[in-house]
């Protein structure tokens, strides 16, 4: 007597939820499996970009509906979704790359879901942020993620000052032609440290570049900006840290003068390293030759 043959299995249904999921940052491998059910199966995909997504699909032979979620539409979106999942769709959150919700829009929409009883459920997978932390050879038993810095230097020198003091790796998203001054800033504020730019993670031309802060500043200074966003590890101040050398507070005066009058450049060296300002302000006259 034949043996029967096993049908095949149908595809299951998604439960309804909304299901944060992570897409690859740069090696299509990188997807997940229960990524890729997740996606196949979703009543809808909610997407920054959907020419973007688009494209990441089809390489997975996946079609499902896109539906544009991003800053600058999310308060008019945010109650359909929500009436989407009510009435019992599933519904997936990706990012441009990566793990959503990391630097990305969408965490008013995991918050007001919760509030309202509706399941929110995260698919893991990849992240340009464990990516560079797994990479850069700096502590990751306690990181502070700071996302992107404001766009203007003294702005960003001051969200750079106020962590000076913190005893963790840092880690900066940042856009490649804003790269450079965001480095000078960051030797100012942070001088002494390691500091690690992560490019083009998982891709064919990976680069991960580590120096002294300073070194690490003149590089991308004398370069031309890189392609594609990096992520900028900084390393955590020396255990023995305590006061500045004359040299640390030389080499923050004079990358603050670059950018700062001398009252500024003083009062940005003294938030960083807590020295009295008078005496920063005097050694800055002095380095700027007569001050502005």
């Keep these: 007597m034949s043996r029967a043959r096993a049908e095949p299995e149908a595809a299951q249904t998604l439960a309804p939820a909304l299901y944060i999921t992570a897409t690859p940052i740069g090696n299509r491998g990188d997807v997940t499996l229960r990524g890729l059910e997740v996606l196949k199966s979703a009543d809808r995909v909610l997407c920054e970009d959907t020419r973007v997504t688009r494209k990441l ?116 998203y940042e ?39 300073a070194d690490l500043a003149r590089h991308y200074a004398e370069t031309e900006p890189p392609k594609g966003e990096a992520v900028v590890v900084i390393g955590p101040p020396p255990a023995d840290a305590g006061a500045w050398s004359d040299a640390e507070v030389d080499a923050a005066l004079t990358a603050a003068l670059a950018t700062l009058s001398v009252k500024d450049a003083a009062a940005e060296v003294a938030r960083a390293s807590g020295l009295p300002r008078k005496g920063l302000y005097a050694r800055a006259m002095t380095l700027k030759g007569g001050g502005r």
């Design 57 to 172: 699909l089809g390489l997975y032979g996946v079609s499902r509906p896109l539906v544009a979620y991003h800053d600058h539409n999310a308060d008019a979106m945010r109650p359909k979704v929500m009436a989407w999942l009510a009435a019992g769709e599933s519904v997936a959150l990706v990012s441009d790359a990566g793990t959503p919700l990391i630097s990305d829009p969408g965490f008013k929409l995991a918050r007001d879901c919760r509030a309202a009883g509706l399941k929110v459920t995260a698919v893991p997978g990849a992240s340009a942020l464990l990516a560079a932390l797994a990479v850069a050879g700096q502590p990751t038993d306690r990181f502070l993620f700071l996302g992107f810095l404001s766009a203007k230097s003294g702005a960003r020198r001051a969200e750079l000052a106020e962590v000076a003091g913190v005893r963790a790796t840092l880690v900066i």
């Design 175 to 213: 856009a490649p032609r804003r790269l450079a001054a965001t480095l000078a800033d960051a030797a100012a504020a942070l001088p002494g440290r390691e500091a690690v730019v992560c490019r083009e993670l998982t891709k064919l031309f990976e680069e991960v570049t580590a120096m002294p802060i």
